[in-house]
């Protein structure tokens, strides 16, 4: 299998091409993250202003995947590229459609911490849900990382701290239920947290699609949908 160089063209142009979208892949990834984390601040700081600046940025994130989208597709057009070339491409398209649906799940969490900030706030003042929020936020920080490094190894990592960011989850969703049963005036908001706790998964969801991509990207092996164990097993073996 091709693995990848970004060296290795003949055409110095085409490199800096490959590397002008890989430098728009992480700053992109960089603003996403930041919505993750405003996101949740807004929702256990009671933030208004800055929830509703998470909404009105999620405009900025889908300017960036269209702009990302298009390039890639001149680069397919003009160039034809090959190998590990193309996978970069198919990589970084893949990629930059997962970081934009994690904005879509950080401007929901937004609008979810406005509704919220209505209602009467719990004693346990979402510590739950705050804990929840900084460990995907983690998770897309590492992703990008890895993208950013070329590190399949962090692909093992994330798809671990995902299986961690699931029964956390789970853990919430019995919570809620327990909450709900116990006072049915808790309905409305708890059912507003437990949207929350699910955009939050679904984050952790997309950051493990990305690890994904990188071992794609890096040693052209396809492992979505793979269970962790192949994962351990394939990831760093030489074919």
Known sequence: MDKLNLDQHISRQFNRELEDIRNQVLA??????KQVGDA??????NDVPLAQSVIENDHR???MEQAIDEECNLILARR???????????????TITDLERIGDEAERISRLALRLSEADRPSRSYREVEHLGKHVQSMVHDALDGFARLAPEVALQVAREDEQVDAEYDAIMRQNITYMMEDPRNVRRTLDMSFVARSLERI???AKNIGEYIVYLVEGKDLRHAPL???EREIGKED
Do not use: W
């Open 229 to 231: 164990e192949e994962m």
């Open 28 to 33: 992109m990834g960089g603003l996403v993250e």
């Open 40 to 45: 949740v601040k807004a929702l256990v700081e």
């Open 61 to 63: 994130v889908n300017a």
């Open 80 to 94: 034809q590229p090959a190998a590990s070339d193309l996978r970069l491409v198919l990589s970084i398209v893949k």
């Open 204 to 206: 952790g969801d997309h």
